[in-house]
């Protein structure tokens, strides 16, 4: 019993390994790369979750306008004159912004880095985040501790 | 003794074959208690035995280790995957999805690497191919007559009922059943007197499950991969074939839009599907999540009715996920993170996936992975069709229903995510068929050096 390997014609073996030093060469250099492309992104949608929390002010704003909950993170909305949803921040259990919306313009342009919280640059207080929820009759069940 | 254990491996094998499919099935099903997450781990359970079971029938065949076109590229593809947990947002989930994908192409190469010099051994993996997808359809008509509330999708006001048989939904065991309906042609083509019966038994129980189910994407891929096996098998007879086909699928295709969509939208579990309000400050359901784009407004009926050539909304879901890719367009967000990576904001689409497998495997592994992935799925097809012409009767039969099955497979890639997902129901089939392929193209390479 064995196995058999069915022989390559003379030259053959060296195009083979020389495939497959480029396959592994060029996997290698994948990991840099793709650790490289994750931190860009992080660095992009942080910046743009930051500007939608500077548009915001304070978190304790009269343009409060509402809540949106989830699994994994809550959503404060606030309104800018008649558009109601204008501006949306989604906060994590640790207080990591993890989506930010503006919708000011009638479209929504959102930042998101809900699929890779841990990369996030942008924080908030999340105890105020349950001060605030629990203002609008969101039951503490509901609420991450702070 | 090496021969009996050969025949007793090969039997083996055909039964593990049907159990990995079933049990796959099964766990995607809304059956309980097979989908419960107690019994996930019996899917890794069947795809190590097949796989275990496929290399012991190669050592005691002592069968040649031919390069099988397609498998290097499958190899580097795989090696992505896996390496991608390195930068991937979830690497449990990267690693766990990775080494599931890696332990199904093992399993079907080494199948594949057993029939290189066996078309025989290929027909046998064909047959039970298609006796899984068969007693899966007839658990989904003991659950119509069982349980006709979990087997049928009632009515909406944009579309009529549609048929899940054991599925979770409509499109899920309709795309394993277009992958093997190849096989139930060739089936009906090879055999005689009451098997033949039997073999159209087969196809009609499999074509009436296709087109009870309203899939449209299912439906074109069983056309595409019919008429390629077909016209691959009778090549003297293609245009009647062309004619044939065609009109049946406009047949099948009006059948479908027999069911009327309701009067009034059906109301389901009423004390489990909806989100409660928690306020009046609670703008859920004024503002849905997941229909950020294209939302008519609550309680607003949107009007459209679904189709032969609407999209389900998939167009717009595509062209998120594709800005999504570019955010990381080289390497991707690593294997086996689409469903946490692609987020649905469309009112029109309802899925976790992106349900493209092509830009699915953008948004996992980048640019490159799909570049492999298409150079994966291309080779064998290449492979086969430039040395089609060299097989002999039987091998040429069944290569023809294999590139039936892997063309079904890649049409059914388009409107559906499922190529890289292990746990969905047609994608062990597709892997499977796609090396048998191979393995049948370097056959005609090995007889002709003969």
Known sequence: MGLRVRGHRRGGGTL????????????????????????????????????VLEEVGPLDSSELRGFRIFANFECLVYERGRNH????????????VVEAIDRRDGTAEVWSLRDDPSESEVVVDRGEVNRLLRRMNVPDEYLPDA | MTSRLRVQLEGAIQVAVVGLIVVIALVASHMQPWNFPAFHPMRAFALIELAALAVAYLVVTRARLSPLPGAAVTATFTLNALLSAAWSSNASVTTDRALGFAGLVLAAAALALGAVDRPRVAAQLMLALLAATTLIAILGLVELWRAYDQAVLPATKQQGARYNGIGQNPNQ??????????????????????????????????????????????????????????????????????????????????????????????????????????????????????????????????????????????????????????????????????????????????????????????????????????????????????????????????????????????VLAVPQSYLTSVGSPPTAAFWISFFLLAALAVRSRSVAQA
């Not at chain 1, 060469?25 to 979750?49: C, T, Y």
């Not at chain 2, 086969?384 to 009767?393: I, K, Q």
């Open chain 1, 16 to 51: 083979v390994r020389r495939i497959v030093l480029v396959a592994v060469v060029v996997l290698v250099a994948l990991v840099p790369i793709g650790a490289w492309e994750r931190g860009r992104r992080a660095d992009h949608e942080s910046a743009g979750m930051r500007s």
């Open chain 1, 85 to 96: 949803f204008a501006l949306e921040l989604c906060v994590d259990d640790r207080g990591r």
């Open chain 2, 173 to 410: 065991i309709p795309m394993l059943i277009a992958l093997t309906l190849p096989f139930a042609l060739w089936f009906l083509r090879e055999s005689r007197g009451r098997l033949r019966a039997v073999a159209l038994a087969v196809v009609l129980l499999l074509a009436g499950s296709l087109v009870a189910s309203s899939s449209r994407g299912a439906l074109v891929a069983a056309f595409a991969g019919c008429v390629v096996y077909l016209v691959a098998a009778v090549p003297h007879r293609w245009k009647a074939i062309l004619a044939g086909g065609t009109a049946l699928f406009l047949v099948a295709a009006a059948l479908t839009q027999l069911p009327q969509p309701a009067a009034e939208n059906p109301d389901l579990y009423p004390e489990f599907g909806r989100t409660p309000s928690l306020g009046p400050k609670d703008i859920y359901s004024q503002l849905p999540l997941e229909s950020e784009f294209g939302f008519p407004g609550e309680n607003v009926d949107p009007g459209k009715t679904r189709t032969l050539f609407s999209a389900s909304g998939r167009l717009q879901a595509w062209e998120s996920a594709v800005d999504q890719g570019l955010e990381r367009p080289i390497a991707g967000f690593g294997f086996g993170t689409e469903d946490e990576t692609f987020v649905d904001r469309s009112y029109g689409f309802v899925s976790d996936a992106v349900e493209n497998s092509f830009i699915g495997v953008f948004l996992q592994l980048g640019a490159l992975g799909v570049a492999l992935l298409v150079a994966a799925l291309a080779l064998p097809l290449a492979a086969w069709w430039r040395v089609r012409p060299r097989l002999d009767p039987e091998a040429g039969e069944v290569a023809a229903a294999c590139a039936g099955a892997v063309v079904a497979g890649v």
